[in-house]
T-cell receptor, first 114, second 113 residues
């Protein structure tokens, strides 16, 4: 069965600085990968997803992620963060053989410091 | 177009009581999901449905039952609530499985005493 690891539970970063949120997955088969964002007291929103094709995926709000199959990673990046990016970020994975089942990581709390 | 709605928003139960959480979507989506969110554990999939009349188990299905009698509704039932079921419950929907859960509801906060 697939699993997701987000090594950093909390990431503080200054406004306008770049940020990378790390995600690693484990699976014996090919996967689909997702990043979601949860703003305080809200539900989740889909930021971006990798299904196939280019390994660099661009999402909403200036975020992008790169799929690295050899390192089984799908790290999320943004070149310059804003205060409004303060939120919880979740990486998720589903296996191509059972794509209905999407499994989430524990989340990374991004705090943008003014 | 209300998107995904969840009823109720908050609920307090005593151990052993039962309740049903309702999720409704008005986007004609085939896929619907129920997740629970606990601190430090992210979201864990309880049950999901790939269409009207179908349901399947997720990661943590024990203690929960679901039904999808109508395409727009996905019900999550707790037959005998336990303190371990204290959590925030999120429903989500998607037009297709490949997209993953795309639209989430606002959540239901459940406290079991």
């Amino acid at each position: 069965a697939q699993s997701v690891t987000q090594l950093d539970s909390q990431v503080p970063v200054f406004e306008e600085a770049p940020v990378e949120l790390r995600c690693n997955y484990s699976s014996s088969v090919s996967v689909y990968l997702f990043w979601y964002v949860q703003y305080p007291n809200q539900g989740l929103q889909l930021l971006l997803k990798y299904l196939s094709g280019s390994t660099l995926v661009k999402g909403i709000n200036g975020f992008e992620a790169e799929f690295n199959k050899s390192q089984t990673s799908f790290h999320l990046r943004k070149p310059s963060v804003h205060i409004s990016d303060t939120a919880e970020y979740f990486c998720a994975v589903s296996e191509k053989t059972s794509y209905d089942k999407v499994i989430f990581g524990p989340g990374t709390s991004l705090s943008v410091i003014p | 177009n209300a998107g995904v709605t969840q009823t109720p928003k908050f609920r307090v139960l005593k151990t052993g009581q039962s309740m049903t959480l309702l999720c409704a979507q008005d986007m004609n989506h085939e896929y619907m999901y129920w997740y629970r969110q606990d601190p430090g554990m992210g979201l864990r999939l309880i049950h999901y449905s790939v269409g009207e009349g179908t349901t399947a188990k997720g990661e943590v299905p024990d203690g929960y039952n679901v039904s999808r009698l109508k395409k727009q509704n996905f019900l999550l039932g707790l037959e005998s609530a336990a303190p371990s079921q204290t959590s925030v419950y999120f429903c989500a929907s998607s037009p297709g499985g490949l997209a993953g859960p795309k639209y989430f509801g606002p959540g239901t906060r459940l406290l079991v005493l």
